[in-house]
């Protein structure tokens, strides 16, 4: 990805983000707390107690910052350096990541959709069918096939949650255009960039009534596009070093965990958690602490093994290529004794034949004996 050719993938000089990678697990293991409690467990809720987890929708603006701050991280230099060249490669890397997924869970509520009805032609002798437009629809499988249906998720799922990596993916077709401008633009001009960041964020939180929980109508992009280009700030932010010694140490990072989470209990307006989400993340990717060395020994013994795995696989492609030669190598010698033996039967059988022939010649050649009387 840094070299002038254009690729859809980064090199592997890239450095991994450990501690990031942490993050998201707990923002996933949070929003799927959020989702199964309040569908499946309801006696799980604890929303009349506390909203740790009635706030687990809060996971999904988390993800969108992460998710700015990560291609920032990975794609910034191949931007800066051409959009033109890299652009077709990025989107083409972004849908073998989102597409397949998506279009495979899509056929599976579409398919099941078709059993239901099936089922209930089978029972009944009549079926209503897959309408044409609305909820679960065939233009709401249209949309989803184009990825639209994040722009009015409650008319256009199939999948409601899949709304997210909808909008997400309009997020990633304007990012490589946005990119290389914030980039390169000054430390002023970024904090004017942050202001409308947050003046954008301050409008949605009005609109929607301070409910950071809306996932359908053109409304959700101006959750979405700010956050993620929130996260291209943070992470020119992390680049530049700037407050890196004041989130070094574990107590910082711990500090900032436990606020967050007093303020998910207290049941804090959604627009100061979240404004507590990038700083969160600078804690977490600036740490040096134990917790730092620890991710990193285990991404070293990760390396070490797969390492490993990698060098038992060439030694074991090596034994392989070795033993397959030796085959050929027998099975070349053997072929060429067979040939040898065949030669040598074949030229004995000629030699045979021709004695045979020499014989009946001189028995023909020679004078037959007198008779007596």
């Not at 992009?221 to 574990?250: H, K, M, N, V």
């Given at each position: 990805?840094?070299?002038r050719?254009?690729?859809?993938?980064?090199?592997?000089a890239?450095?991994?983000?450990?501690?990031?990678t942490?993050?998201?697990?707990?923002?996933?293991?949070?929003?799927?707390?959020?989702h199964?409690?309040?569908?499946?467990?309801p006696?799980?809720?604890?929303?009349g107690?506390s909203?740790?987890i009635?706030?687990?929708y809060l996971?999904?603006?988390l993800?969108?910052?992460l998710?700015?701050f990560?291609?920032?991280h990975?794609y910034?230099?191949a931007?800066?350096e051409?959009?033109?060249?890299?652009y077709?490669?990025?989107l083409?890397?972004?849908?073998?990541?989102l597409?397949?997924?998506?279009?495979?869970v899509?056929?599976?509520?579409v398919?099941?959709a078709l059993?239901?009805?099936l089922?209930?032609y089978?029972?009944?002798?009549t079926?209503?069918?897959i309408?044409l437009?609305?909820?679960?629809?065939?233009?709401?499988?249209?949309?989803?096939l184009f990825?639209?249906?994040?722009?009015?998720?409650?008319?256009l799922?199939?999948n409601?949650?899949s709304w997210?990596?909808s909008?997400e993916?309009m997020?990633?077709?304007?990012f490589?255009l946005?990119?290389?401008?914030?980039?390169?633009?000054?430390?002023?001009?970024?904090?004017?960039?942050?202001a409308?960041?947050?003046?954008?964020?301050?409008?949605?939180a009005?609109?929607?009534?301070?409910d950071?929980?809306?996932?359908?109508?053109?409304?959700?992009?101006?959750?979405c596009l700010?956050?993620?280009?929130?996260?291209?700030?943070?992470?020119s932010?992390?680049?530049?070093r700037l407050?890196s010694?004041?989130?070094?140490a574990d107590?910082?990072?711990?500090?900032?965990?436990?606020v967050?989470l007093?303020?998910l209990?207290?049941?804090?307006?959604?627009?100061l958690?979240?404004a507590?989400?990038?700083?969160?993340?600078?804690?977490a990717?600036?740490n040096?602490?134990?917790?730092?060395?620890?991710?990193k020994l285990?991404?070293?013994?990760?390396?070490l093994?797969?390492?490993?795995?990698?060098q038992?696989?060439?030694l074991?492609?090596?034994?392989?290529?070795?033993?397959?030669?030796?085959?050929?190598?027998?099975?070349?010698?053997?072929?060429k004794?067979?040939?040898?033996?065949?030669h040598?039967?074949?030229?004995?059988k000629?030699?045979?034949?021709h004695?045979?022939?020499?014989?009946?010649?001189?028995?023909?050649?020679?004078?037959?004996?007198?008779?007596?009387?």
């Amino acid at each position: 990805m840094y070299s002038r050719s254009p690729t859809n993938r980064p090199q592997s000089a890239v450095s991994q983000l450990p501690s990031l990678t942490a993050l998201r697990g707990l923002a996933a293991l949070w929003v799927v707390l959020f989702h199964y409690t309040a569908l499946y467990f309801p006696r799980l809720d604890i929303t009349g107690h506390s909203s740790l987890i009635g706030k687990g929708y809060l996971a999904v603006d988390l993800f969108f910052m992460l998710s700015g701050f990560v291609m920032t991280h990975v794609y910034y230099r191949a931007f800066c350096e051409s959009v033109r060249e890299n652009y077709r490669n990025f989107l083409v890397a972004r849908v073998a990541r989102l597409y397949p997924l998506h279009v495979v869970v899509l056929l599976l509520f579409v398919a099941t959709a078709l059993l239901v009805q099936l089922l209930a032609y089978a029972s009944t002798g009549t079926a209503e069918g897959i309408p044409l437009t609305g909820t679960r629809s065939w233009a709401a499988a249209i949309a989803n096939l184009f990825m639209l249906q994040g722009l009015s998720a409650e008319h256009l799922s199939w999948n409601y949650p899949s709304w997210s990596i909808s909008v997400e993916f309009m997020a990633y077709l304007a990012f490589p255009l946005i990119l290389p401008t914030v980039w390169r633009a000054s430390g002023r001009a970024k904090l004017v960039v942050l202001a409308a960041v947050c003046a954008a964020l301050s409008l949605f939180a009005y609109l929607s009534g301070g409910d950071f929980n809306q996932w359908g109508g053109p409304l959700v992009l101006l959750r979405c596009l700010p956050e993620f280009l929130l996260g291209t700030l943070i992470y020119s932010a992390y680049r530049a070093r700037l407050w890196s010694d004041w989130f070094a140490a574990d107590a910082v990072g711990l500090v900032v965990l436990a606020v967050a989470l007093l303020c998910l209990h207290l049941r804090a307006p959604d627009l100061l958690i979240v404004a507590l989400f990038p700083v969160l993340v600078l804690a977490a990717v600036c740490n040096t602490g134990n917790v730092a060395r620890d991710q990193k020994l285990q991404q070293q013994h990760t390396q070490l093994i797969a390492k490993q795995d990698q060098q038992r696989q060439q030694l074991q492609q090596k034994q392989d290529q070795d033993h397959q030669r030796q085959v050929t190598q027998k099975t070349s010698e053997a072929g060429k004794q067979q040939l040898e033996q065949q030669h040598q039967q074949q030229t004995q059988k000629l030699q045979q034949k021709h004695t045979q022939q020499e014989q009946k010649i001189q028995s023909k050649g020679q004078p037959a004996a007198p008779k007596h009387a």
